[in-house]
């Protein structure tokens, strides 16, 4: 675990949001795409080292929605760091003790992700992404 993939900020709507990331921030964005099975839509703006995830819930019953409602405002979600053989990791931090929200690789916006429950993760919501599966933005 030795590189940022990205983070992840939650917004009540992508559309509100993306002038200031784009047009005051100078980021390039992608394409927006719905992921339904966890009732987001997500779109990354900047490349490298400020890749951001900007993510919207679909429904008020979503884990993205419920965050915003308890923060009331768009802030950081979660970060996620870039590994190689993301489900080797996986095992490993079972292993330790690590509570997991995904206990084997699912399919994310850029590639196969997996996250930590923030009760392991010092508070923090943390993303992992297999490096082998990244679509190559
Ligand atoms: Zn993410």
Known sequence: MRELHHVGVAVPSIEEALPFYVG???LAAGPVRDLPDQAVRVVF???GAARTEL???IDDASGVARFLAQRGRP?????CFAVNDLAGVLDD???KGVELIDRVPRR??????AFLHPRSGDGVLIELIDRASLSGR
């Open 24 to 26: 005051t921030l100078g």
């Open 45 to 47: 703006v900047g490349e």
């Open 55 to 57: 993510l919207e819930p």
């Open 75 to 79: 802030t950081l979600h979660h970060v």
């Open 93 to 95: 931090l079972a292993a």
């Open 108 to 113: 994310g916006a850029e590639g196969m992700v």
